[in-house]
């Protein structure tokens, strides 16, 4: 971890909300031991109220941001550098196609910040990017 921050992935901190058996052990230790501060992406929070409105998962994206502000991350910001970032990535040509927007502005924001990105999600791996790490 290059500066000690933690972006969190979407489904991490749904995970933690749920008490989620799928939250590994691993990733626990992580968020525990982290010695800086830990964030959310604003797309996080657009994410849940997307999925919300479908019907596809219980909590708003308000009350996902109060969940994160009661549990004392920082809310970060979608700027010109992460865009920037984003028109960057690379994915491997024999990586399956990796179609979420979400994903790829958290991946941008946690690499341009140089922040670690905690995800399960395996599509990640894709990019080859050393600030993911997969739990």
Known sequence: MRRNELLL???????????????????RNIIKANIGSIYYSIASMWETQIKYDRKKLPISGIEFMHYCEESGYHKLQIDDLHVKELAGLERDKAAPPHNDPFDRIMLSQAKAE?????????????YNEPCVVEV
Not at 10 to 27: E, P, V
């Open 9 to 27: 992935d979407t489904h991490i901190i749904l995970w933690m909300i749920a008490g989620d058996k799928r939250l590994s052990q691993k990733a």
């Open 114 to 126: 140089g922040f670690t990105f905690l995800t399960h999600d395996p599509f990640f791996r894709g």
